[in-house]
């Protein structure tokens, strides 16, 4: 995951401008790791181990860059993403 670069989510997410280069790299990746963290309970070295997060990573990034309204359409997490999480979640209580 820590070789995931600006390039790498705005091609994945077929983001065609540099606009928002800083908001992605600044905000959208760190909130993403901090989210996968928190989720799955593991620490940044045990994620930057995991290769299928890495894919979970990159989409939550570009869902968060796709999904910046105010407006709250349902309250459930991207379901691949969340597979990807749960995967390797070891605060499953």
């Known amino acids: 995951m820590s070789e995931v670069t600006v390039d ?7 983001i065609d401008n540099d606009d928002d280069d800083n908001l992605i790299e600044t905000v959208l990746m760190p909130s993403a790791k901090s ?6 309970g593991l620490s940044a ?17 570009v869902f968060l860059y796709d999904s ?9 997490q991207n379901a691949v993403i969340q597979s990807f999480l749960d995967a390797h ?3 499953l209580v």
């Open 8 to 14: 790498i989510i705005k091609q994945y997410g077929v």
């Open 35 to 40: 989210h996968i963290s928190d989720y799955t």
């Open 45 to 61: 070295e045990k994620i930057d181990q995991k290769e299928s997060l890495t894919m979970a990573y990159i989409a939550l990034c």
């Open 68 to 76: 910046r309204s105010m407006n709250i359409i349902n309250d459930k």
């Open 89 to 91: 979640c070891v605060n």
